[in-house]
């Protein structure tokens, strides 16, 4: 018998679309489920779902800033759970867990590496919702005193009085107590004038509150007080409290500027002492001088 010998048929290689149709039906199906699927959740997520959040978040009072960072993350998210519908309608769904769990260490490496940045970033985010201070606000917190120029979602932006620039992590504004003296419509100042003790003090409360009356700046309602807050060495402390509309760090300056300088003009031209702190020092010297003892009276004043 003669051997025959067999050989395997070599694979066809379709031509045309049609032959592709024949060769590959199935997976051919499947990316076309997977393309359809993909556009058509894609295009509800960014067309119907995305407008909807945002007008929503706009009608909630949310800040721009905010607004614009959930356009992005839900543009993502829109992407992410369109290619995860596409690729389970497809059949893909072993592709899918293995990318889920990659993308699960990824984030998780990514985590670690940046807590910190996690942490501003988080922070901002509350800082541009809740509003402790806003653009434009005098904030003071420990060193840092200023006027608010910028709210990033990592670190805020502030001007000194000096014409400095401070960068502060939005945690630590977040953390921290922190001062807002213009949060309100008024803010209320206090100012320690010292009289002498052989004056008036009914009189010098008298001066007082009228050149508190005098400067339009100073609120009538709630009105100034005059208090005695102090005896001191060489003073009777009297503590003024006044109030002031649409305070500003340049506003609050100048109005206690004037205020003050008024005080003490007026004191002057009423004859109500406004003595400054000193101390006397008293003793005794004594010298030799070729052996007899002579001794000599020291008394001097000295300011403090």
């Known amino acids: 018998m003669t051997p025959t ?6 694979p066809v290689i379709p031509q045309d679309f049609e032959g592709l149709l024949e060769a590959y039906p199935g997976v051919l199906a499947a990316v076309a489920t997977f393309v359809v699927a993909f556009v058509v959740v894609y295009l509800l997520g960014r067309l119907i779902a995305v407008p909807l959040v945002k007008r929503a978040m706009k009608a909630r009072g949310y800040n721009e800033t905010i607004r614009s960072l959930a356009d992005g993350v839900l543009g993502a998210l829109a992407l992410f759970a369109a290619l995860a519908i596409a690729l389970t309608l497809a059949g893909f769904g072993a592709f899918l867990a293995a990318f889920a769990t990659l993308g699960g260490a990824l984030a998780l490496a990514v985590g670690f590496a940046a807590q910190d940045l996690m942490s501003n970033f988080v922070a901002g985010i509350f800082i ?12 003071e917190q420990d060193d840092v005193v200023g006027r608010v120029v910028d709210i990033d979602l990592r670190v805020t932006t502030v001007k000194t009085f000096d014409n400095e620039k401070i960068t502060v992590p939005n945690s630590e504004l977040a953390n921290n107590p922190l001062k807002n003296p213009v949060a309100y419509d008024t ?47 060489s003073y009777v402390g009297l503590q003024t409290r006044f109030w002031m509309g649409n305070p500003s760090r340049s506003g609050f300056t100048a109005i206690r500027s004037d205020f003050v300088q008024a005080v003490k003009e007026r004191c ?22 070729d052996g007899e003892l002579a001794t000599q009276r020291i008394s001097q004043s000295a300011d403090d």
């Open 187 to 233: 803010l209320r100042q206090k100012f320690v004038f010292g009289i002498g003790y052989e004056d008036d003090i009914d009189h010098a409360k008298r001066v007082i509150l009228d050149e508190a009356s005098k400067q339009d700046e100073i609120l009538s309602d709630p009105a100034p007080d005059v208090r005695v807050t102090e005896l001191a060495d």
């Open 268 to 289: 002057d031209a009423e004859g109500i002492d406004m003595p400054y702190p000193y101390v006397e020092v008293v003793g005794g010297l004594d010298v030799d001088l």
């Open 5 to 10: 010998l067999l050989l395997q048929d070599e």
């Open 128 to 139: 541009l919702k809740d509003k402790p201070f806003e653009v434009g606000d005098w904030i």
